[in-house]
């Protein structure tokens, strides 16, 4: 299924939002996390079905499936790699939602995951994310597969760093409204201050009629919430409430932060935070 909003930056009136999960959960995953999607935790296609319905269930955009794989040994790679490419064709299969597919953040080894299940998409998708160090290698991949794919441009939260990216970008082959920025941010209590100060920045820049950063903004307030212990332990005192909701709220919060400052797409973890923040961006602000 293609896409059925636009990305152009200046015409996204109001935040648009994605559900995502990864494909296997790791040790930190939260265990708040792991109780509300219950026993299909670990079983990819199982897992993207449940979360496509919830999606649909909550008017989500699109859905974003995370290959969070560290990288294995070279004995063990051939078949990690079998397995991504098998994972890739049983979702698309089920999927009739837009879909993201995002990739491990280690810049060589996402090379590798690319090139193993480029040749078994069969859609337009948004391929997530590209890096100064492999971007020429996954826009060069993503370009045999015949289908114009958006792809998100990642640089750590530094303004020149993200323009140069973008023109890099467009010079490989890109057109601009093929670029999503993604700066890199943190979440709350985390360095979020830094991501809200660029995210501010670029869209004065694009205000100003920059070309070169007139691309929607995309944060995962979900994994960078998630990261926090604050949202996945319960060694707090009872002051900091009880974890399920503490957790949901500093995703809730990262999020919402990060749209004041002008982010157009936000990528949720779980679907309760989901929820609360299309109705107080979208059903509240917007009409």
Known sequence: MLFDFDLKSEKLSRPIFGLEFPIEPSESYSPVLKQYWGDVVGKPVEWFCLVQKKALDLGAAFICLYFNLQEPDSVSKPS??????????????NCSMP?????????QWDCEIFEAIAKFIDREIIISPLQATNYEKIIKDAKNTGLKHKFVL??????????????????AGL????????????CIGYGIDYGYSIIERICLARRAGDRMLDMPIIV????????????????FAPSWGELNSRAKMWEISSASS?????????????????????KQFCEVICH
């Open 154 to 171: 990642r640089t750590p939260i530094d303004i020149n760093l993200t323009k140069e990216l973008n023109i890099l970008s467009i010079d």
């Open 99 to 107: 879909l993201m597919i995002k990739l491990s953040s280690h810049a």
């Open 175 to 186: 057109s601009d409204d093929q670029i999503l920025i993604d700066p890199d941010m943190g």
């Open 220 to 235: 995962y307030a979900g994994e960078e919430s998630y990261k926090a212990k604050e949202s996945k332990s319960t060694d």
């Open 258 to 278: 990060l749209i004041a400052a002008g982010t157009n797409i936000v990528v949720c973890w779980h679907p309760d935070a989901l929820c609360v923040l299309k």
């Open 80 to 93: 990690v790699l079998l397995r991504c490419a098998d994972i890739t064709c049983e979702i698309l299969k």
